[in-house]
């Protein structure tokens, strides 16, 4: 987000665009085993979103501090998919919660300009005891061909060979060309040349 801001603000006349964060939510870890049917396969995801309005007079500053703030809203909004939520989903009243989920997602096609989006998802607890029968692998790559429906993605994987997380980001080349740049970024990462 640093660098989309330090991007616009480079633009005259542009002011920064609307923030949307999403992390992914692994639901079946967070569900009673009495709602999962014996014959339900795949994931059963929601995003957890978190929208950020950038001021005009912070669009160019980045501090600990809003890092900070982005982490407590994300927090907060995985911490809504608890089994009270869960609950909601049951049922025929359950398809007008996904209905209303769904309405809200939608409800960010409409901004104007078209908001940015971030997501997230973790999958360093998935893959740790991958083994297809020549032990565990010491790398795992994420994504092959990359293309716009996977911009401003990361994805967190374990490393096998140790207890490092290793962060596979997509983003657009000036973006990333900044990121690489960012001291705030490069005090928590090694990038890969």
Not at 80 to 95: A, P
Not at 132 to 153: H, T
Request: charged letters at 20%; one cysteine or more.
């Amino acid at each position: 987000m640093a660098a989309s801001r330090a991007l616009s603000s480079a633009l005259a006349g542009t002011s920064p665009k609307l923030s949307i964060v999403a992390h992914v939510v692994n639901l079946r870890p967070r569900m009673n085993p009495q709602m999962l049917l014996d014959n339900t396969i795949g994931n059963i995801i929601l995003l957890a979103p978190v929208v950020l309005e950038i001021l005009e007079e912070t669009a160019t500053n980045s501090s600990d501090h809003e890092l900070c703030d982005l982490v407590n809203l994300l927090h907060k909004s995985l911490n809504q998919y608890n089994s009270e939520y869960l609950d909601t989903l049951k049922g025929k009243e359950g398809f007008g919660a996904i209905c209303d989920y769904l309405d809200f997602m939608e409800e960010g096609t409409f901004i104007k300009p078209p908001p940015e989006i971030y997501t997230f998802t973790s999958w360093t607890r998935i893959l740790n005891k991958l083994d297809f029968g020549w032990g565990k692998p010491f790398q795992i790559g994420v994504i092959g061909k990359v293309g716009p429906v996977f911009g401003n993605l990361t994805i967190f994987v374990a490393l096998q060979c140790d207890q490092q997380i290793e962060a596979w980001v997509t983003l657009e080349e000036k973006q990333m060309a900044m990121l690489e740049k960012d001291a705030q970024f490069l005090a928590f990462a090694s990038p890969n040349p």
